[in-house]
């Protein structure tokens, strides 16, 4: 597609539960990136894709979160048993040639997720 | 680890005004430095990229220079309007690590 694309836009969920969130990068875009950003906070790095590289999990706060990237092209970020910190927007974005390069990031628009 | 600050958290300023957000970052080992903007409830839109070779870049009113050495980006803003209002990012592209770190963020707010 055109940009960035994510999915689902807003989500809420009950305490305890799985959640999925969606990532299509730009075509052709081989670096992937998962942020998340918290209610007037900074971004936060979760997890880098490169290619068909081992992804950079650093970022991943717990073990509760996993993200996997199926033929190097879309991205799904799980989160388990969900808890109320975890209540963020998560932003996907993708990039041409990844961090060693001097490509621009482009960014979706987020998936808004809420713990109730 | 890399630190990155932005100042001032927010600024509030006139249309037509010309103003300078400051970004710096604790490693000057970078591959570039990057401007975003975000509006309230969007994603972030690229303004600028700056690779560490780079002094400066100019798109429109908007200019961004790079001094690598001390850690300091600034964004330039020239003739503010009100759809200038908005949250803008810099982030940096360690040469340690494969992710960028961003600031908080500065929040300006041009009034017509």
């Known amino acids: ?116 | 680890k890399q630190e990155v600050t932005q100042i001032p958290a927010a600024l509030s300023v006139p249309e037509g005004e010309n103003l300078v957000l400051n970004c710096s970052f604790t490693d000057s080992a970078i591959y570039n430095l990057q401007w975003f903007r975000q509006d309230p409830g969007k994603g972030l839109t690229s303004l600028l990229l700056i690779q560490s070779s780079q002094r400066e870049q100019t798109s429109g009113r908007l200019n961004a220079s790079l001094d690598k050495s001390s850690g300091r980006s600034t964004l330039y803003i020239a003739a503010s309007q009100p759809g200038d209002s908005a949250t803008y990012l810099c982030a940096v592209r360690s040469v340690s690590t494969n992710d960028m770190r961003f600031g908080a963020g500065t929040r300006l707010t041009v009034k017509p």
């Open chain 1, 1 to 116: 597609g055109a940009g960035v694309s994510q999915s689902p836009s807003n989500k809420v969920t009950e305490k305890g539960k799985d959640v999925e969130l969606r990532c299509d990068p730009i075509s052709g875009h081989t670096a992937l990136y998962w942020y998340r950003q918290s209610l007037g906070q900074g971004l936060e790095f979760l997890i880098y894709f490169q290619g068909n590289s081992a992804p950079d999990k650093s970022g991943l706060p717990s073990d509760r979160f996993s993200a996997e990237r199926t033929g190097g092209s879309v991205s799904t970020l799980t989160i388990q048993r969900t808890q109320q910190e975890d209540s963020a927007v998560y932003l996907c974005a993708s990039s041409g040639q990844g961090a060693y390069s001097g490509n621009t990031i482009y960014f979706g628009e987020g998936s808004w997720l809420t713990v109730v």
